[in-house]
């Protein structure tokens, strides 16, 4: 790779050794992905986790002396406000929450603790060249906004935004942008869950670059949001097309380059009922908790579930995930009230993979989100999943068919 004379100079240590520990990493991305130089950034989003492997390198950079000079936003751990003493999260819990809380504060991060940055913190516009990581958030910015930024590793994120820079290959090449899978949606699209479940046909897409024809020309954010983030659920997608809707894709020749799709697909409204069939637990029966909120949910999908029960008593704990700038929307237009007042809970900063739900291990809930269900299945929660009004009826009465 060709340094300029600046990042020869960061690589040789002239402005501290942690920022050579990070341009050394991101020359060793650039040279096995074939980059033939650096080129700036101007954004950036870090997947921070409380966990010790990402904690030891943040902590080993910040140690060597580094600072972000482009301050990224990030990932959420879960909220140390709300969840510091309860009897579910243990002292070394806390701890590593809080070193990882100190650490990215120190290194000069934007502590927005939400998933969700393409969504009002962190929106970058089209063309810039930028470094996310988390897995909803990349094919968001680069399918909808049309910036540019490869699949970031929490790590090579970190270390973009120390340096400033990122190896020039990938989705930041006009050419690697085209899409290759024709997608033909013959499913009737009718709410934003669908798009939770057509993202989750990613063994049926295929590896790729999957360009949508046959969706409605009017899209919500959220189902955006959805179709993202289960895409890189069920496989791993730096971005998507869909034609007559998103900015690189006005015409199928443009969305192609003008060349033929080296496949196609199609799927039916069959095809979304057998993967849902296949990822959610079995229906018709008791449920001990509802979770909404992987990715964090918006504030119309808050005003939705408080419209739903106003007035009513939730039957089951109910939790809702959210960013911090949501939460605090939903106390001032009266929304948290009405939640609370049911019996359910809006929690900032916080992820449902993580150890501050060890209450509910080996319990059912019902989620709108395959990702939700997915993750946690580690720490015991097992998931029904149906579209979110399903949810909360459920939740009012606790079960669901």
């Not at 942690?18 to 074939?34: C, D, N, R, V």
């Not at 289960?230 to 020749?253: D, K, W």
């Amino acid at each position: 790779m060709e340094l300029d004379k600046r990042q020869q100079e960061m690589l040789a240590g002239q402005y501290g050794n942690g920022t050579a520990m990070a341009m050394k990493i991101q020359l060793a991305i650039g040279e096995a992905f074939g980059a033939s130089r650096m080129v700036p950034i101007t954004r950036a989003h870090v997947a921070l986790s409380n966990q010790e492997a990402d904690l030891w390198f943040v902590e080993k950079i910040l140690k060597a002396g580094a600072k972000c000079v482009i301050s990224p936003t990030t990932n959420p751990g879960f909220s140390l406000q709300y969840f510091t003493g309860c009897p579910d999260v243990l002292p070394e819990d806390i701890e590593l929450m809080n070193r990882t809380h100190n650490a990215y504060k120190e290194i000069g991060a934007v502590l927005t603790y939400t998933c969700t940055p393409y969504m009002g913190s962190n929106i970058p516009h089209f063309g810039e060249i930028v470094a996310f990581s988390e897995s909803s958030a990349t094919p968001f910015i680069n399918s909808v906004w049309g910036a540019r930024s490869n699949r970031e590793s929490a790590q090579s994120a970190l270390c973009a935004a120390i340096t400033g820079y990122v190896p020039e290959y990938g989705l930041l090449l006009a050419e690697n942008r085209l899409g290759d899978i024709l997608v033909e949606v013959k499913a009737t699209m009718k709410s934003d869950f669908e798009y939770q479940l057509l993202g989750y046909m990613g063994k049926k897409i295929g590896s790729g670059i999957p360009v949508f024809v046959g969706l409605p020309q009017t899209i919500s954010p959220e189902a955006l949001m959805n179709l993202g983030a289960q895409l890189n659920t069920s496989g791993a997608y730096g971005m998507y097309h869909i034609v007559g809707f998103t900015p690189e894709a006005r015409t199928v020749e443009q969305a192609f380059g003008g060349k033929k799709p080296k496949r196609s697909v199609v799927i039916t409204d069959d095809d979304l009922q057998k993967i849902l069939a296949e990822i959610s637990a079995a229906g018709d029966r008791k449920v001990d908790f509802a979770m909404f909120g992987c990715p964090h949910i918006s504030i119309s999908q808050v005003q939705m579930i408080a419209e739903i029960v106003n007035g009513k008593k939730l039957a089951i704990e109910t939790w809702l995930l959210t960013s911090s700038y949501t939460k605090q929307l939903a106390e001032r237009m009266g929304l948290q009230k009405i939640i609370n007042d049911a019996g359910g809970e809006i929690v900032e900063d916080s992820c449902p993979d993580q150890p501050c739900w060890r209450h509910l291990q080996g319990k059912v809930g019902v989620t709108d989100s395959p990702k939700c269900a997915y993750y946690p299945k580690r720490r015991g929660m097992d998931f029904i999943i149906r579209d979110l009004a399903t949810c909360v009826e459920a939740a009012l009465k606790g079960d669901v068919q």
